[in-house]
């Protein structure tokens, strides 16, 4: 199935692409998505431990299963004051 991952500022500054498709198996779920992410792109590797994953406006658990054509958004927290 094929999803789109939509890179946060701070990693798509890193990334190839803001915007990236990924092809997965039925079934893969937010942590594949991440898995085959940081296989293809291993600039980003480091990072995605932290980044904060949404599906559809909502926080998405790394084990919450993705469907086809879903857009899983990675958001790298901020700190500051």
């Known amino acids: 199935?094929?999803?789109?991952?939509?890179?946060?500022?701070?990693?798509?500054?890193?990334?190839?692409?803001p915007v990236v498709g990924l092809e997965l198996d039925d079934g893969a779920t937010v942590a594949d998505a991440l898995a085959r992410l940081a296989a293809d792109q291993p600039v980003l590797a480091a990072h995605l431990p932290?980044?904060?994953?949404?599906?559809a406006?909502?926080?998405a658990g790394r084990d919450?299963?993705?469907?086809?054509?879903?857009?899983?958004?990675?958001?790298?927290?901020v700190s500051g004051g």
């Open 1 to 17: 199935m094929q999803v789109r991952v939509r890179l946060g500022a701070g990693l798509s500054r890193l990334a190839v692409a």
């Open 64 to 77: 919450r299963p993705l469907h086809a054509g879903e857009e899983l958004a990675l958001v790298t927290p």
């Open 57 to 59: 406006g909502v926080h």
């Open 50 to 55: 932290a980044a904060l994953p949404v599906v």
